[in-house]
């Protein structure tokens, strides 16, 4: 009996633990903020902001510069920030996080992801918000605020960069010394991508060990999905192939540009050039180049990107941009984005506004610290460097992801580039060709069951066939008929015909 | 008349009866009840959430409010020209690895219980159980280790010093199968021989001194004793995969291949092809549908081989 009763007592109180363990957790909404830190002109009690970023790789000193970021919020806007890392390819943890309805304002659009975006609900339409706080980005963007948007949902603001998606063949400058190849200031010297053929030639001869080219699977002129001089309107399925002039659409995959970069890529694998694994690489050039063995790679350029790549290497550098840079729209949907899980988005738009025009907060994305991780070196305070016995191997925070910020024109120029950096991006914005489709985003949404086998196959085939691993005579026409029976053709025709319709209410 | 007084008599009984035994039980049942409440939270509510893959899914709407879309989520799994590759891969696949992981687990299990000295025999277990706990990211780039076409151990301390072509394993279709049932094996047939060890362990002794007695030797020990004696829980087992045939498992078949393209003939199944697809579009009705789809034939396959079970030995059916 009394084993009984103490079993019956036992048990009743783990069932009273666990509804008790239910109860506690309800979040205390009305905790009073810590006093010290709340500043006293504003007695509102500050929002909880989320930011999520990308980070390159963790430093050492990532918590302190997270802390200065916070004390800068609370300061200006009264707002706590909490400062959420994610990978630079972030599209599982943010799908996860939007999914899941994680708390989250304030985040990067992966590109080419606007539309299912919108379809899914994720983010919030920006058009009603920018009425109230545009100040700043109406100065980086004047009447083009609001370019990024969807038959008229504004999805994101752009991150103030190169309008273009020009790709770009980096090579080290002192591999190309060794070998004594001459191509002249800024590879003036070449005018196609064939004529890396005997340059590759050249220095697998000298360093027969070396990779001459490699990098990571998505970045080979014939696999990757941006620049190439066109168009592709939001989508592989159906681009422009001349986008200053021409308003029809077209398969890329059938294009004699893509067959002949393919054929390229396949020569230079069948010599040897090739790193033998790059269909499944996933080691970026950059990585591969620091650690030594690697000649050249193919990346996304724009003016001053050899500056970019030493400071990311450590080798001097060089850059052959064989595209010609178009202004298309894709890289407007290259943004930030407000999250639908919002508890106040009107705060949210707020902050999205004030980072645009905070060169201090930019400064402590980008380079952290001042004094501690990058000094002025100028009188003008544009400038910067290193402080003295810091470098590359030592310091705490560096970032160095302009392109991945909202306005890293405001922020300091590190030393290499120009002070006037933000003049020369902005004549190089101003004066490329602008494509017929600047400005347009195709809406799939109607479209998702082909746009889903699409994609499966197209993951497929363009890695394989764009590092030059298989034989392209057979396999680009296994592609093609692959794709049009899943509905290629589908899409290129709405495609084409939303297309039609928005450049005749243009 | 006596008949009926006895008859309410006795029901009044029954209840006293029962009564008493649920007085009896009753802290049984209350201990009972936080794994109840357990495996309803957990197990059951969630299964509203099926709907989903009905459903044209927003978050604004939530899962309830947003609009029906009929079976239009269920197209892109058949309409797709790979609809039979994957579910021929996922399928034969793990019908592969039931029969090689069940097989290569008994033959561990029995090869493991005849070790007389104890520490070899913990040594043994631990090692074969260990590549069970690796992660398959890290077993993925082990296989690497092992495949890479310019570094590889296979090509250049193997094929090149025997003056053979170095192949390039991750283009080449024909060895794939192989390859990822090899990795299977190694990283969980561990895991299967440690089930059967348990029930080796538990068979009765005095069976195996009657038969050392009647002479019986090492083998028919084996044979008369303890297969027929691991019969159930070899059944169990099998079921409880048959069940998961549909599912297959994501790391080995995403991670292995290196996602590599050429490749994807014999290495697409259902898991890695719904996360291709559906990667850029994130829908999430698509992709609940996918996974209902797979819970579907689980079950169905599941309900058949138990009727099957039930049909050659009653004795060992789940139920």
């Known amino acids: 009996m009394k084993t009984r009763t103490l079993a019956s007592i036992l048990a009743i109180f783990m069932v009273l633990t666990l509804l008790a363990g239910c109860n506690g957790s309800a979040p205390t909404s009305d905790s009073v903020p810590s006093s010290g830190e709340t500043p006293s002109v504003e007695n509102e009690k500050p929002y909880d902001l989320t930011l999520a970023i990308t980070v390159g790789s963790d430093y050492p000193d990532q918590s302190k510069v997270t802390q200065a970021m916070q004390e800068l919020v609370l300061k200006e806007l009264n707002m706590n920030l909490n400062l959420v890392l994610l990978p630079s390819s972030p599209e599982q943890q943010l799908m996860l996080m939007l999914a899941g309805g994680e708390d989250l304002d304030v985040f990067p659009l992966p590109s080419g992801n606007a539309m299912s975006y919108i379809s899914n609900g994720y983010i919030q339409d920006l058009g009603p918000l920018l009425e109230k706080h545009s100040e700043n980005i109406k100065k980086v963007y004047g009447d083009e605020y609001n370019i990024a948007n969807i038959s008229g949902f504004v999805y994101a603001i752009p991150i103030n960069k190169e309008r273009d998606y020009a790709g770009g063949m980096i090579m080290r400058k002192d591999i190309l010394d060794a070998c004594g190849i001459d191509v002249g200031e800024n590879c003036s010297k070449l005018t196609c991508l064939d004529d890396m053929t005997a340059i590759f030639a050249a220095v697998h001869e000298k360093f027969p060990n070396m990779i001459v080219f490699g990098g990571s699977h998505i970045y080979t002129p014939a696999s990757i999905y941006l620049g190439r001089g066109i168009d592709n309107l939001g989508n592989e399925y159906g681009v422009l192939l001349d986008p200053a002039n021409d308003t029809k659409l077209v398969n890329w995959f059938e294009s004699e540009e893509y067959l002949h970069r393919v054929q390229l890529m396949r020569e230079w694998y069948q010599a040897g050039y090739v790193q033998k694994d790059l269909s499944t690489s996933t080691d970026s050039g950059t990585a591969q180049m620091r650690a030594g063995n690697l000649f050249c790679d193919f990346d996304l350029v724009k003016p001053y990107r050899d500056v970019e790549a030493e400071l990311a290497t450590g080798y001097p550098c060089v850059v052959f941009n064989f595209d010609e840079p178009i202004k298309n729209g894709v890289t407007l949907s290259d943004g930030w984005c407000i999250a639908s899980q919002s508890k106040n988005p009107e705060k949210a738009m707020e902050f999205l506004d004030w980072m645009y025009g905070s060169a201090e907060f930019m400064n402590l994305w980008n380079w952290g610290i001042e004094g501690e991780h990058w000094s002025y070196i100028d009188g003008n305070k544009i400038l910067i460097d290193y402080p003295e016995g810091v470098d590359m191997n030592s310091v705490g925070y560096h970032q160095n992801r302009g392109w991945t910020i909202p306005n890293q024109f405001i922020a300091g120029i590190w030393n290499g580039n120009p002070a006037d950096l933000a003049n020369v991006m902005a004549d190089y914005n101003k004066n490329m060709t602008v494509s017929k489709g600047y400005g347009f985003f195709f809406d799939g949404s109607e479209y998702e069951t082909e746009l889903a086998n699409l994609d499966a196959i197209r993951e497929k085939y363009a890695y394989v066939i764009g590092s030059g691993a298989v034989d392209p005579e057979t396999e680009i026409a296994n592609f093609n008929k692959e794709l049009y029976d899943a509905g290629l053709q589908t899409i290129i025709d709405a495609k084409q015909a939303q297309f039609d319709a928005w450049l005749a209410s243009k | ?319």
């Open chain 2, 1 to 319: 008349m006596k008949d009926k007084a006895t008859k309410a008599q006795s029901a009044g009984e029954k209840k006293l009866h029962r009564k008493n035994q649920i007085r009896k039980w009753a802290p049984a049942y209350l201990m009972m009840l936080p794994g109840l409440l357990y495996f309803f939270i957990n197990n059951y509510i969630p299964m509203t959430g099926l709907i989903v893959a009905f459903k044209k899914y927003n978050v604004r709407d939530g899962i309830y409010n947003s609009p029906w879309n009929g079976l239009q989520n269920f197209r892109f799994l058949f309409t797709t020209g790979d609809a039979v590759t994957i579910t021929r891969n996922t399928i034969l696949y793990n019908l592969a690895f039931i029969i090689v992981n069940t097989l290569l687990g008994i033959v561990l299990a029995i090869m493991i219980t005849e070790i007389r000295h104890k520490l070899a025999k913990k040594v043994y277990q631990s090692v074969i159980l260990f590549p069970f706990l690796v992660s398959i990211i890290i077993v993925s780039y082990i296989s690497f280790a092992f495949l890479s076409a310019d570094n590889g151990l296979i090509n250049r301390t193997i094929l090149e010093p025997l003056g053979k072509e170095s192949i390039s394993w991750y283009t080449e279709k024909k060895y794939w199968p192989f390859i990822l049932t090899i990795v299977n094996t190694w990283k969980t047939a561990g895991y299967s021989s440690l089930l059967y060890i348990a029930a080796i362990t538990g068979i009765d002794d005095t069976l195996y001194e009657a038969a050392k007695i009647d002479g019986a030797g090492k083998f028919q020990q084996i044979w008369r004793i303890t297969l027929p004696s691991l019969v159930p829980t070899i059944i169990t087992l099998a079921l409880l995969n048959i069940g998961r045939i549909f599912h297959a498992n994501f790391g080995l078949f995403y991670q292995v291949p290196m996602n590599s393209g050429s490749l994807f003939d014999v290495t697409n199944v259902i898991d890695t092809y719904v996360y291709r697809a559906l990667l850029k579009i994130g829908n999430i009705g698509m992709a609940s549908a996918a996974g209902f789809v797979q819970s579907v034939v689980g079950f169905v396959l599941v309900y058949l081989s138990n009727l099957l079970v039930r049909k050659l030995s009653p004795d060992d059916a789940l139920f």
